[in-house]
């Protein structure tokens, strides 16, 4: 970890869920706080700039999801990573997460334990320096010290995960990545991820960026189609 504790904010209005939680995370010298709902949140979000965020789907105010999209919007908030945390594990609701700009959805009960371990990893990620680089295709430029694209010299802003996404298939072009891989290198070796939160996220960054770039390969997983330059 690094030298300040990461900081978490849980957001949720079940109090017992809050005190669980608090307990488990400041006991491993996690810096956390807590807000009861999606308004709330936001205000204390901008106050304490925390590094993590473990949000509730329903809420009363301002739901999760809502929070989310409006936290996204904020420039101080941008390295701030969103885990959701839910009884709600249909499809739809985890699909509107990573549309708001989720980086992870858990679904409750949440085991502690397995919880820390997937903190662990984010926050070991967070503390990543290893992101100095530029990637340059030409018309599209991926600068992962900033988290900016440029295509054709317009800057486009993308949640950090379709960035990470994005920088890891077009940083080897032509070289087909499997969606394990693509699992454990943007997600981690701690998170579940399913087929269909990788296909979301690729289906977003073809509406962001074009169809032309990223390519499937049917029962693989995908590849990106430009040569590429390291500066």
Request: hydrophobic share 40%.
């Amino acid at each position: 970890m690094k030298n300040s504790p990461t900081k978490i904010l849980i957001v949720d209005d079940e109090p017992d869920i809050v005190e669980i939680l608090k307990y488990n995370l400041n006991n491993e010298g996690y810096d956390v706080k807590s807000a009861n709902n999606g308004l709330k949140a936001i205000e204390k979000a901008k106050k304490f700039i925390p590094d993590i965020i473990l949000l509730d789907v329903m809420m009363p105010e301002m739901d999760g999801i809502e929070a989310c999209i409006e936290i996204k919007k904020i420039n101080s908030l941008s390295n701030t990573r969103i885990i959701f945390l839910s009884a709600r594990g249909e499809d739809f609701t985890q699909i509107a997460a990573f549309d708001a700009g989720a980086d992870d959805y858990i679904t409750k009960p949440v085991k502690p334990k397995i919880l820390i371990k997937k903190i662990s990893s984010i926050s070991k990620r967070i503390n990543d320096n290893d992101l100095s680089h530029v990637v340059d295709l030409g018309e599209i430029k991926i600068d992962k010290e900033s988290y900016l694209v440029s295509i054709n010299k317009e800057d486009i802003l993308l949640p950090r995960k379709e960035f990470e996404l994005l920088y890891l298939i077009a940083s080897k072009p032509g070289k087909v990545f499997s969606r394990d891989e693509i699992m454990t290198k943007v997600w981690g070796t701690q998170v579940i991820v399913g087929d269909r939160t990788i296909d979301v996220h690729v289906r977003k960054l073809r509406e962001k960026i074009g169809e032309k770039y990223i390519k499937t390969i049917k029962g693989v997983g995908y590849k990106f189609k430009l040569n590429v330059k390291k500066k």
